[in-house]
Each structure stands twice: as structure tokens, then as C-alpha cells.
């Protein structure tokens, strides 16, 4: 039979392997800085620039699979639940977009 030191070292290597364990994590994290923000005040208002280069480092983290750490930087920081159109972004930091057919 099992000893519960087996179980739990199981347990947490299949949390850790579906990804559960890291997102409890972040959630509570995420639910850390809720409670210690004041209530009685409200957040700063995100300048157009800081809301830009937050969703340029929402976009990088989550395109290299950091979505528990940027669901705690969409919370701590304000940011927009649903991301800016890449588009807009485009547009918006006078940059380019290179197809993928490209090479230099």
C-alpha cells in the first residue's frame, strides 16, 4: 500500500504535468494581489503608452505558453481582459508585419 508522502509526491506530479498546479498558482497570486489592493482607491489610469507596451508583453508571454503569468499581469496592471487587435498595434507602434514566407 501507498504512504501518503507517495500520494502526495503522485498527486503533484500529475497536477504539475496537466498544468493545474501551475495555474492554481498563478490564481492565487492573482487572487493576493486583489485583496491587497485598497478598495477605497482606484487604480492609476493607464496611459495609451503603458496600455501599449503592456499588450506588447501580454503578447510575448503568451506566445511563449506564460499564461498564468500573464493573467496575473492582466490583473495587476489593469489591462484589458481581451487583447488588442494585433492590427492596431501594428498601426500604432509604426511597425511591420513580416510574413512567414520571408527570409533575409
Request: glycine share 2%; aromatic share 6%; proline share 4%.
Amino acid at each position: 500500500m501507498a504512504t501518503v508522502a507517495e500520494l502526495k509526491a503522485v498527486l503533484k506530479d500529475t497536477l504539475e504535468k496537466k498544468g493545474v498546479l501551475g495555474h492554481l498558482k498563478a490564481r492565487i497570486r492573482a487572487e493576493v494581489f486583489s485583496a491587497l489592493d485598497d478598495d477605497h482607491e482606484s487604480p492609476p489610469s493607464l496611459s495609451h503608452e503603458n496600455l501599449l507596451i503592456n499588450e506588447l508583453i501580454r503578447e510575448y508571454l503568451e506566445f511563449n505558453k506564460y499564461k498564468y503569468t500573464a493573467s496575473v499581469l492582466i490583473a495587476e496592471a489593469g489591462q484589458p481582459v481581451v487583447p488588442l487587435d494585433r492590427q492596431f498595434l501594428i498601426h500604432e507602434l509604426n511597425a511591420f508585419e513580416e510574413s512567414k514566407d520571408n527570409t533575409m
